[in-house]
């Protein structure tokens, strides 16, 4: 019914717009099942206890985390596109390891996430979308190389805010 309704609304013929929807889905499937395995990866992780290993072993490498943390979030989100992805499959993680180590749980998964949308700008999933978008198609090489330098900097940056949130200004994360 909802369909019927909207296509009266657009002025398109009940035949246009379910050969529109059949796009659409056609278009997405692939970005949807990449996104529910990321998720059921994530759920596995957390359930088996995968998570709380990870996190315990990247803790090891001591306060030297504390800048490992955004590349953390940099590398899940450059590879599956996603920062919600990204914050679902190391997220606990971070949080596990920054328990270990006595410093800000709050700080870490922000740091997580943050360093997830400094991934964003490489992930291949967002610069095919973009070149795309703007007529560059085939170019993608030329922008990853250009923003690549961009993406790491700012990452280490994030690092050093980081650092400094967690030992000079501690009283700004909240509690």
Not at 39 to 65: D, K, P, Q, R
Not at 89 to 118: D, E, K, Y
Request: glycine share 10%; charged share 5%; with cysteine.
């Amino acid at each position: 019914m909802t369909a019927i309704i909207t296509a009266f609304l657009v002025r398109i013929s009940h035949g246009q717009f379910f050969r529109c929807v059949g796009t659409t889905i056609s278009q997405i499937w692939v970005a949807v099942v990449t996104v529910m395995l990321i998720i059921s990866l994530a759920y596995l992780m957390n359930f088996w206890g995968m998570a709380y290993t990870l996190g315990e072993g990247v803790a090891s490498t001591g306060h030297f985390f504390i800048l490992l943390s955004p590349f953390l979030g940099w590398i899940a989100v450059m590879l599956s596109g996603s920062d919600t992805s990204g914050n679902a499959l190391f997220g606990n993680l971070q949080v596990v390891a920054a328990r270990q180590l006595n410093l800000s749980p709050v700080l870490i998964a922000a740091t997580n996430s943050s360093g997830g949308v400094m991934g964003k700008m490489i992930s291949p999933q967002n610069i095919v979308t973009g070149v795309s978008t703007v007529g560059m198609t085939g170019q993608e090489g030329k922008v990853f190389a250009r923003t690549f330098v961009h993406s790491v900097v700012l990452t280490l940056l994030l690092g050093i805010l980081v650092i400094v949130q967690q030992y000079l200004i501690p009283w700004i994360i909240p509690g």
